[in-house]
């Protein structure tokens, strides 16, 4: 199987790109196996304490390879059940950061939104474009998007297919964060590290409860985030952060 990703640890943030930039990242299933499976290699790896996720300048990825489907059957597509393994991004523990430049389409913009924080180039175009090969979005697309913006805007995208701005996308709640086009990477980098000086097993009870409001009913959610909350109360870093809260000084967590 050929390279369709790099991937490399600094500093405690492992950082997989999406190496098919004369294909503008177009998620091929060589490069979606990849990249699942080095998210569950840094996610099992203790010296990583959370994950990058970034495409190329011109494109984070212009969504599935639409060369891979062009000729399947609905027979074929039923079997390869291309869209199964993504189900493994969302058992991913420790945080993810997307840093967007360029297009993020269909399935980019799936990938995009299965990401925990966005850092989007002020030069991102996002959208859902399926509409106008004849399909809809098939990784999540319609059942997320309406979750982040809300069903009007969620229409309005799957339907006509259009793109937006990285503004429109941070009006909307889409991405977290806009900067400056030559500062995507970087300031995704910076943002990781700041994550990385946080107590993991916080950053991991953060994630689990801030998906759990995806997937259940305000009480339920509200009882998983108390059974989290109090279960840090198990770990040397409350101790040590509001030990240094008290003794005024920065706190150094260790992940235990
Ligand atoms: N699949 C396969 N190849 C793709 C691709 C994709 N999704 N997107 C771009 N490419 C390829 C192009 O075929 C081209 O390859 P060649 O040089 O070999 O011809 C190369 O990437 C560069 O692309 P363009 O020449 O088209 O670049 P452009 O600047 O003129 O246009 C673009 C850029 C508007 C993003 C255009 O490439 C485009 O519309 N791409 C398709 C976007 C799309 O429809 N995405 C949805 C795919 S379906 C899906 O994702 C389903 C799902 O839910 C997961």
Not at 204 to 216: I, L, Y
Request: with cysteine; charged share 25%.
């Amino acid at each position: 199987m050929a390279n369709e990703i790099k991937t490399e640890i600094r500093e405690h943030v492992g950082i997989i790109t999406l190496n098919r930039p004369e294909k503008l990242n177009a998620l091929n299933y060589a490069l979606m196996t990849q990249v699942i499976e080095a998210l569950e290699r840094f996610d099992a790896d203790t010296n990583v304490r959370c994950m990058l996720i970034a495409g190329s300048e011109r494109a984070f990825a212009a969504g599935a390879d639409i060369n891979e489907m062009a000729d399947a059957s609905m027979v074929e597509m039923h079997h390869r059940n291309m869209f199964g393994r993504w189900d493994r991004i969302k058992k991913i523990r420790k945080p993810i950061v997307a840093a967007v430049s360029g297009y993020a389409l269909g399935g980019g913009c799936e990938l995009m939104m299965c990401c925990d924080i966005v850092i989007a180039s002020e030069t991102a175009r996002i959208g859902q474009p399926e509409i106008n090969l004849g399909i809809i979005p098939g990784a999540g697309g319609t059942q997320r998007l309406i979750r982040a913006v809300g069903k009007a805007r969620a229409m309005d995208l799957i339907l006509t297919g259009r793109m937006i701005t990285a503004d429109e996308a941070l009006a909307m709640g889409l991405v977290s964060r806009v900067v400056p086009a030559e500062q995507w990477f970087e300031e995704a980098l910076k943002l990781c590290q700041e994550l990385c000086e946080k107590a993991p097993m916080a950053l991991q009870a953060g994630k689990d409860a801030v998906n759990s409001a995806f997937e259940t009913t305000l009480t339920e959610g509200i009882e998983v985030e108390k059974k989290l909350f109090y279960m840090l109360f198990a770990t040397d870093d409350q101790t040590e952060g509001m030990r240094a809260f008290v003794e005024k000084r920065k706190p150094v967590f260790v992940g235990r």
